[in-house]
């Protein structure tokens, strides 16, 4: 089942509620897949983060995007939804970068309105390129794709106030997008005021990040109003970044993991999960 299948309206008239875990590289998409989720993002804040150690502020170039892109889809079945950030340049370069994430196998691309270079979506001091550039660079990646769909995101809700922000993605949705993504409602009036206005015609897409602007870290609500996917761009890198320091400590004042057991994998279960045993029964059908 295509993505587009799996976001289309149900016989009881309603989209499926889907969620999306953040993922950066093989491990973490194939988490997510072992899971049982039916998509993972490739978030533009996680690869950040976790490649760079760096925070989401356009650091990340195309060539590493969709260098992870081919990674991560080549070790898992599900589909993959990428933060195509504001495409790395011009509407022309955009269209490049487009083509190119669609061939390393990505299944939907998400493109904003920021500025180029941007900055995570939870931080103060965005700005959004005039609104005849936002709609020629989603004309340009609906132009540039064959099969992968394309989300747009506008960021002017913090900067223009909720109805120019409406009317951004209506023209977005005019410029053929196939998702829209309203990034950053500050209250559930905004976020319904969205879904009154778009949830019955297109896909709408939440982010849900633990400790953005957005209000509570629940999906019910927003499902309840109609969106059809919500965004976990943070929550294993989250994950890993909360508890990781108690680890460090504890092997720094112990110098033994013995105390740890319970918590943590062990090189088995690595083995198990990454699956070393078909590895080496392909290697020694080939020997």
Known sequence: ?????????????????????????????????????EAAFLSGAALSMARLGRPDMGLVTASELIDAVSQIVDRIDIPLIVDGDTGFG????????LR??????????????????KRC??????????????????????????????????????I???????????AYLAAGADLLFVEGPRTFAEAQAIADRFAARVPLVHN???????????????FAMGYAATLHPLLLLHGFAGVAPRWLSVLRDTGSTATLADE????????????ADALLQDAARYD
Not at 160 to 170: F, I, K, N, V
């Open 90 to 97: 011009n509407a022309l370069t955009l269209r490049r970068t």
């Open 1 to 37: 089942m295509t993505l587009s299948d799996r976001l289309a309206i149900g016989a009881d008239g309603r989209r499926p509620a889907m969620q999306w875990p953040g993922c950066w590289d093989g491990l973490s998409a194939l988490l997510i897949e072992r899971a049982g989720f």
């Open 160 to 170: 223009e106030g909720l109805d120019a922000t409406l009317d951004r993605a209506e």
């Open 100 to 117: 190119q994430l669609e061939r390393a196998g990505a299944a939907a691309v998400q493109i904003e309105d920021q500025v180029f270079p």
């Open 264 to 275: 943590i994998a062990d090189l088995a279960y690595m083995n198990r999960l990454t699956g």
């Open 121 to 158: 979506g939870h931080m103060a001091g965005k700005r959004v390129v005039p609104l005849s550039e936002g709609v020629g660079r989603i004309r340009a990646a609906i132009d540039a794709r064959e099969a992968m769909l394309v989300i747009a995101r506008t960021d002017a809700l913090s």
């Open 208 to 222: 849900l990040v633990e400790g953005g602007v957005t209000p509570g870290p629940d999906t019910a609500p927003f």
